[in-house]
């Protein structure tokens, strides 16, 4: 099913992460905002005026149509899987560190074994 204008709105507004944002750059409340998205309303010729000023990346013939490419330049992803693949990497990267940091912990206790000169030169 094609996407209506109201609903390439929403996309719009997620790319901006927060609807306050969109809608100050676009001279609407963030009420009206989320008025049109859930009514499925239609956009007044002013409002997309200001849209393709506030947005030169976008593509107004997507915006008004659905065809082609949306011009936004983050990830095709809705933001909520963003956010959850930053989280798993930032997970995984601790994991990581805190895997290194027992190797670190480990190589320290053998050189002080076996090469208690080396130990005390680099103060381990």
């Known amino acids: 099913m094609k996407q209506t204008i109201a609903q ?3 996309i ?4 901006e992460v927060k609807q306050i944002k969109l809608a100050q750059k676009i001279d ?7 008025k049109t998205i859930s009514e499925d309303r239609m956009i007044r010729s002013d409002t997309l005026e200001n849209i393709a000023r506030a947005y030169p990346e ?4 997507w915006f008004l149509t659905g065809e082609g490419e949306s011009g936004l330049d983050r990830s095709a992803k ?3 899987e963003q956010k959850n693949d930053l989280t798993k990497e930032l997970e995984l990267k601790t994991k990581v560190i805190g895997l290194l940091e ?3 912990r480990y190589l320290k206790f053998l050189v002080k074994k076996h090469c208690k000169e080396l130990a005390e030169r680099f103060e381990l």
Do not use: D, F, V
């Open 28 to 34: 609407l409340t963030p009420q009206a905002i989320s």
């Open 102 to 104: 027992g190797e670190i």
């Open 8 to 10: 390439r709105l929403k």
């Open 78 to 80: 809705p933001l909520t």
């Open 58 to 61: 976008l593509n107004m013939r």
């Open 12 to 15: 719009l507004a997620e790319y």
